[in-house]
C-alpha cells in the first residue's frame, strides 16, 4: 500500500506524493497551438482558476507542490453523481491523520482553452472541503503538476496567466537558468547554499517561500541567501515545521513571492527552468 502525504497551513495547501509512479494520462480533443489560463490570487496569495467538469463550472487551485493531473472535492464528486472507486493508497496530513483516495474518470474536463476527454482524478472524502474552510476560499478541484508537466509553460504571475505550448517557443531577455530533478514528480530545483548542494520546491500552492526548520543551518529569513544556476539570490523566506520534506530530499518550498518576480519558462521535457525578470507591479 502507497501512502501519499498531505500537508496544508492555514495559507497554503502542499501535496506530497511518496509515489513515483502516479502518472494519470489526458486525451486531447482539441489542441490549438497554445493554451491560455488566466488566473485570480486569493487574499492569502494562492491562485485559482475556473475550468469545466462534465460541463459544469467548477473553481480551481493551480498547484505545483501536487504531482496529480486533477484533483476533485468530494462533495463535487458526490453532487454529480461522479462514479469513483477506492484506491489502494492512502492519505496522510501534516498532524499524521490517514484518509482515503478515491478514484475516477471525468468524462470531459476544459482547462483554459483545451478540452481533455476521459481524464483521471483523485478525491478525498472532506479533505478539499477542509482545507477551504482553512482558507477561506470556496474551490471544487485542483489541477496540478501533473497536468502542467505535460507541456511547455510560460507563468507570468504580474500578468496573472499560464500559457502552454505543445511546440518548443523562443524566449528572450532570460535572466538566468536552471535545471530541475528529473527523478521527481514535483519542480525539485538544485541550489547551492554555503557550498552545499540541496534542493527546493516550486510550489504554486504556496504565496510564500518556506524553510523547513529542522533544516540544520542558522537561517536570515529576511535575506535567505543561495545560489540558483549561476545566479546569485537573496529572498525572504518563513520558518515552519515540514519534516515531510526530507522524504523529497528538499529544504523547503519555493512560493508566490519569488515567482512574482520573474516571467518563468518551464521546459518539462529538457527539464529546465528559464527565468526573466520582472519589475515587480502593484495591482
Do not use: R
Not at 76 to 94: H, P, Q, R, T
Not at 174 to 197: A, G, H, Q, R
Not at 235 to 249: G, R, T, W
Amino acid at each position: 500500500m502507497n501512502i501519499k502525504i498531505y500537508a496544508f497551513t492555514i495559507i497554503s495547501l502542499l501535496f506530497f506524493s511518496c509515489n513515483n509512479n502516479n502518472q494519470n494520462t489526458t486525451t486531447l480533443e482539441k489542441k490549438e497551438t497554445s493554451n491560455h489560463i488566466y488566473f485570480e490570487k486569493s487574499d492569502y496569495g494562492l491562485i485559482f482558476t475556473t475550468i469545466e467538469v462534465n460541463g459544469k463550472k467548477v473553481k480551481a487551485m493551480i498547484d505545483f507542490g501536487d504531482p496529480n493531473v486533477l484533483q476533485l472535492s468530494s462533495s463535487f464528486v458526490e453532487k454529480e453523481e461522479i462514479e469513483v472507486s477506492k484506491s489502494k493508497d492512502i492519505a496522510k496530513d501534516l498532524f499524521g491523520n490517514t484518509f482515503e483516495i478515491n478514484e475516477g474518470v471525468a468524462n470531459e474536463v476544459i482547462i483554459g482553452e483545451w478540452k481533455n476527454l476521459k481524464l483521471q482524478f483523485s478525491s478525498s472524502p472532506g479533505e478539499m472541503e477542509s482545507v477551504a474552510e482553512q482558507i477561506n476560499t470556496n474551490f471544487e478541484a485542483v489541477v496540478g503538476w501533473g497536468y502542467f508537466s505535460q507541456y511547455y509553460i510560460e507563468m507570468d504571475y504580474q500578468s496573472n496567466k499560464f500559457q502552454l505550448f505543445k511546440n518548443k517557443p523562443t524566449y528572450k531577455h532570460i535572466d538566468f537558468t536552471t535545471v530541475y530533478n528529473k527523478n521527481s514528480n514535483y519542480l525539485s530545483i538544485p541550489i547551492e547554499l554555503k557550498s552545499e548542494k540541496v534542493n527546493l520546491i516550486i510550489d504554486t500552492g504556496a504565496p510564500y517561500s518556506v524553510i523547513d526548520s529542522t533544516f540544520h543551518h542558522d537561517i536570515k529569513i529576511d535575506n535567505f541567501v543561495f545560489k540558483m544556476g549561476d545566479k546569485s539570490i537573496a529572498l525572504p523566506v518563513q520558518i515552519q515545521d515540514f519534516p515531510m520534506l526530507k522524504q523529497l530530499n528538499s529544504i523547503g518550498i519555493i512560493g508566490g513571492n519569488f515567482l512574482a518576480q520573474y516571467k518563468i519558462h518551464i521546459d518539462p521535457f529538457e527539464k529546465n527552468i528559464a527565468f526573466e525578470k520582472q519589475s515587480l507591479v502593484n495591482h
